[in-house]
């Protein structure tokens, strides 16, 4: 049973910078895991932030960022925005399947 | 602009079978693979399965595999999730996504709005 593990919760002041992590119960995430990043917020469906690591989907703000560190995936939002409250859900590729994170409750305060 | 709708959620017995669809429009539909991703009440999101453009590859958890099968009719543009031997543990908002090309890299590139499943006796 293959677990991607994320902060649950973390908490950033506007205009602040935070970095959200997405580890892999195999071992070291590598580009070959293909780390998505989507956003959530309550009472709506996932909105789709990141693939492939650091690419940014047309409708991506600026402030978002993805890359590898220390062994996982990484979201960083820089420049925090209130509206950037939100639940955020990594996704990892394991040949065939695919597992989510549990994901990460941003906090802008 | 790429638009999913999904139906065909609603209240099932423990043991039961339900059809999801999720009619899709904005794209050509056959040239993308699909996807179900489910969230149970107050959870996260976890991945149920996929399907290629054509529909010869079809992909599945471990959780759903032998109970739920994934199809798609490129004539009607529309993805299918046949749910069999449902479970309490099944109750959750279904979503149907489109992939990007490839989809091991862009799985869920775009979300309908879900519907939801309840089992429940």
């Known amino acids: 049973q293959t677990v991607v593990t994320q902060e649950p919760s973390l908490t950033v002041s506007p205009g602040g910078t935070v970095t959200l992590t997405c580890a892999s119960s195999t071992g070291a995430v590598t580009s070959g895991y293909y780390p998505n990043w989507f956003q959530q917020k309550p009472g709506q469906a996932p909105r789709a932030l990141i693939y492939?690591?650091?690419n940014k989907h047309s409708w991506t703000p600026a402030r978002f960022s993805g890359s590898l560190l220390g062994g996982k995936a990484a979201l960083t939002l820089s420049g925090v925005q209130p509206e950037d409250e939100a639940d955020y859900y990594c996704l990892l590729y394991y040949g065939g399947t695919w597992v989510f994170g549990g994901g990460t409750k941003l906090t802008v305060l | 602009e790429v638009q999913l709708l999904e139906s065909g959620g609603g209240l099932v017995q423990p043991g039961g079978s339900l059809r999801l669809s999720c009619a899709a429009s904005g794209f050509t539909f056959s040239s993308y693979a699909m996807s179900w991703v489910r969230q149970a009440p107050g959870e996260g999101l976890e991945w149920v399965s996929a399907?290629?453009?054509?529909?010869?590859?079809?992909y599945h958890a471990d959780s759903v595999k032998g109970r739920f099968t994934i199809s798609r009719d490129n004539s009607k543009n529309t993805l299918y999730l046949q749910m069999n031997s449902l479970k309490a543990e099944d109750t959750a908002v279904y979503y149907c996504?489109?992939?990007?090309?490839?989809?091991?890299?862009?799985?869920?590139?775009?979300w309908g709005q879900g519907t939801l499943v309840a089992v429940s006796s």
């Open positions: 492939s690591t650091s």
């Open positions: 996504a489109k992939s990007g090309p490839p989809m091991a890299v862009r799985l869920a590139d775009y």
């Open positions: 399907i290629s453009g054509n529909g010869g590859s079809t």
